[in-house]
């Protein structure tokens, strides 16, 4: 018996070697295949259903929980929020998404950004069907969709179906189905689409849920069919259901991430029946904090906290330009209550002569200026960071100075964010100035500033709303070339500078006084701090699903091939014996 044991042993330890070195003939694990989930047997052949819908919302399905897709997902790994494309540098397009579902890599490389399929470069980044008929053991695909365009672009060295309508092609589709060979089999569908189009994108939409209806249906009578399949019980079968683009949505924006965007925002069911339930959920983007360090600023006679240009030239206004000044400020005193200190002017003294300051008045704020009567935001003393944004138009057909503040332009009761303006001169001698200012009327004011921006146009509302809430500028910002000054702080923390960013000229803020810093790391709903790419990837992408079929199919994906997925391991019920 003894001598068994250690022929067993020895004959372990030699497999165990042998699967170690194979494995490192493979670029990519295959995760699908790890442990104890492998296929039941050496002779069955590992088959997939792929599913795009366009137009179908991961939201709305989540609400509407069509009976038998619902019933798959538990055998699946589903997320109601999966992306299309983790940017937002374009409108993505059903096209676009059908593109990266196909080739494996997102529109910055396949160049489809809009409804044309032909810019698509399959040279570079071929679709999954070119891989597969490629690969060493040649497998065959199929492609049905009512749309042309969908076959010729995409549907190289696939069978190709063209039928007229979704019923045609999911008819066409449980045809082959029945005794095709074909091992990825690829249903495009758009009705989903069309209804959301003619009405709204939701579960409160009585058309929208009878296209989803139907498309649970269709979905149930495709696996219906592989299930009769005469080879079945020697095929691995996983089917996928995704989204091509997401909703249309006329909801407003708060979230201007790609998890914000209603297109991006898609449905991803990945079914077997070995696959026990999995819900991936979509991560919060505001729950991302606002950390960096920024100036005190207090008031007192003896403790004044002051920071100045050397040029007293520098941002002088004139007579006709167009403006925009962005800051983020926060009492260090919550509820603080202080009268008319001035934070930031380019103003000889006060509330008089040429120029414009931003100044506190109770609990909201203001803006003065030579050439406007006072424009208010609402109250911003409650200890929390707030951005703050004024804005001289002056090119316009009506010259106005507006504020915003937290992207919108909301004010006080009584008080204006928005007042004409006249056409008077704010050039003078005095320089750009943080923090205590001749004239002010409080010396108890304790306040914290940092992001101070400055730009040669005027930002739109929607502008503001967009951008006024991001906390680190580049030069991948859309308005970098109007960015004439820029002095976050960030990287000043424990110095007495404020250094300039744009390196336009501008200049640094000296700082005077008793300065001191404080260093934070808080959630701010209204800002957008960097996000890493990781963030993104913490659900399914459209990308993912040709490297989930890559793997199911057991071809191994090569690095050569510079796809943008990665693979999602499911929970298994089913496990070899």
């Known amino acids: 018996m003894i001598k068994y044991f250690k022929t067993f042993k020895y004959i372990s330890l030699a497999l165990g070697t042998l699967m170690v070195f194979g494995a490192c003939n493979k670029d990519f694990p295959n995760l699908l295949q790890n442990f104890n989930e492998a296929k039941d047997s050496p002779e069955s052949r590992d088959k997939v259903l792929l599913v795009i819908v366009d137009g179908l919302s991961g939201p709305a399905m989540q609400d509407i929980a069509p009976t038998n897709i619902d019933l798959m997902t538990r055998n699946g790994l589903v997320t109601y929020g999966s992306l299309a494309d983790p940017t937002t540098d374009f409108e993505v397009t059903n096209q676009s998404v059908a593109a990266s579902l196909l080739t494996g890599v997102n529109s910055a490389k396949n160049k489809v ?4 399929l032909s810019p698509i470069d399959l040279n570079k980044y071929p679709t999954i069907f070119t891989k ?8 065959k695909s199929s492609l049905f969709t009512s749309d042309a365009k969908y076959g010729s672009s995409l549907g190289k060295d696939a069978e190709v179906k063209v039928e007229s309508n979704d019923v045609a092609v999911v008819n066409a589709a449980s045809t082959s189905l029945s005794n095709t060979e074909s091992d990825l089999n690829v249903i495009h569908l758009t009705e989903v689409d069309k209804a959301g189009k003619s009405s709204t994108y939701s579960a409160a939409d009585t058309k929208y849920v009878a296209a989803i209806n139907v498309l649970d249906k269709q979905v149930q009578s ?5 299930k009769k399949r005469a080879s079945f019980n020697t095929e691995n079968w996983v089917v996928i259901v995704t989204s091509g683009r997401g909703a249309v949505s006329t909801d407003p924006i708060t979230d201007f991430t790609p998890y914000g965007d209603s297109k991006r925002d898609t449905y ?5 029946p070995k696959f026990a339930r999995k819900i991936v959920p979509r991560p919060n983007s505001k729950d991302i904090p606002f950390v960096a360090n920024a100036t005190r600023y207090t008031y007192a006679s003896n403790n004044q906290v002051i920071g100045k240009l050397a040029d007293v030239n520098k941002f002088n206004m004139g007579t006709g330009s167009d403006w925009t000044m962005t800051l983020f400020l926060k009492h260090n005193v919550a509820n603080a209550s202080y009268n008319y200190p001035i934070f930031f002017a380019k103003r000889v003294e006060g509330f008089t002569g040429a120029g414009w300051n931003f100044f506190l008045e109770g609990n909201y704020w203001g803006f003065n200026s030579s050439i406007a009567g006072q ?7 409650d200890g929390e960071w707030h951005a703050l944004t004024a804005v001289i138009k002056r090119s316009g057909s009506q010259d106005s100075v507006y504020v915003y503040t937290d992207g919108t332009n909301a004010t006080v009761s009584g008080k204006s964010s928005q007042v004409g303006a006249n056409g008077n001169n704010l050039d003078n001698s005095s320089p750009l100035t943080l923090g205590y200012n001749p004239g002010n009327g409080n010396t108890d004011c304790n306040i914290s500033i940092c992001n101070v921006q400055i730009y040669n146009r005027a930002f739109s509302a929607e502008e503001v709303k967009r951008y006024g809430g991001v906390t680190h500028i580049d030069e991948s910002y859309p308005f970098w070339s109007n960015l004439q000054g820029y002095w976050p702080g960030y990287g000043d923390v424990n110095t007495t500078v404020l250094t300039e960013k744009t390196g336009k000229g501008a200049g640094n803020f000296k700082l005077t006084g008793p300065v001191a810093w404080t260093s934070f790391n808080e959630l701010v709903p209204f800002f957008q701090p960097p996000i890493e790419e990781s963030f993104y990837r913490l659900v399914p992408n459209a990308v993912d699903v040709p490297f989930m079929i890559y793997q199911w199919l057991g071809v191994s994906v090569e690095s050569s091939w510079n796809l943008d997925g990665k693979s999602w391991t499911p929970n298994y019920t089913q496990i070899r014996k």
């Open 132 to 139: 597969l008929k490629q690969n060493a053991v040649s497998r």
């Open 268 to 272: 991803t069911l990945f079914y077997s």
């Open 375 to 381: 424009a208010f935001g609402p109250t911003i003393n």
């Open 222 to 226: 495709l696996w219906e069919t592989i």
């Open 113 to 116: 950004v809009g409804s044309d």
